[in-house]
């Protein structure tokens, strides 16, 4: 079992900047990814960073050039999504996840944050 508690989400006008974190703890496979996924009301959950335990890292191209994911130096098991110039489009619930990749794997999701970005 992993479990993940995210942190950072408010409200923030058009153009601001936010920080989320999730830091994950439990059996967690040394290999491994974490990212995060947005919903916004009546969308479905959409990706929007991922990265891997050796550092790669893939973006929404809606977020490229604006958002940032990054593992915490001193522990891996916490990242970090830097989103800047925020948009009102960002809008969202935001949930960290965590995957081992291997074989069968299982999903494991944080409760969600709240991000929204006023006009």
């Known amino acids: 079992q992993v479990q993940l508690v995210e942190s950072g989400g408010g409200l923030v006008q058009a153009g601001g900047s936010l920080r989320l974190s999730c830091a994950a703890s439990?059996?967690?496979?040394?290999?491994?990814?974490m990212g995060w996924y947005r919903q916004a009301p009546g969308n479905q959950r959409e990706l929007v960073a991922t990265?891997?335990?050796?550092?790669?890292?893939?973006y929404a191209d809606s977020v490229k050039g604006r958002f940032t994911i990054s593992r915490d130096n001193a522990n891996k098991n916490t990242v970090y999504l830097q989103m800047n110039s925020l948009k009102p489009e960002d809008t969202a619930v935001y949930y960290c996840?965590?995957?081992?990749?291997?074989?069968?794997?299982?999903?494991?999701w944080g409760q969600g944050t709240q991000v929204t970005v006023s006009s």
């Open positions: 996840i965590n995957r081992g990749l291997v074989p069968g794997a299982t999903d494991y």
């Open positions: 990265i891997i335990s050796d550092g790669s890292t893939n």
């Open positions: 439990g059996t967690i496979f040394r290999i491994n990814v």
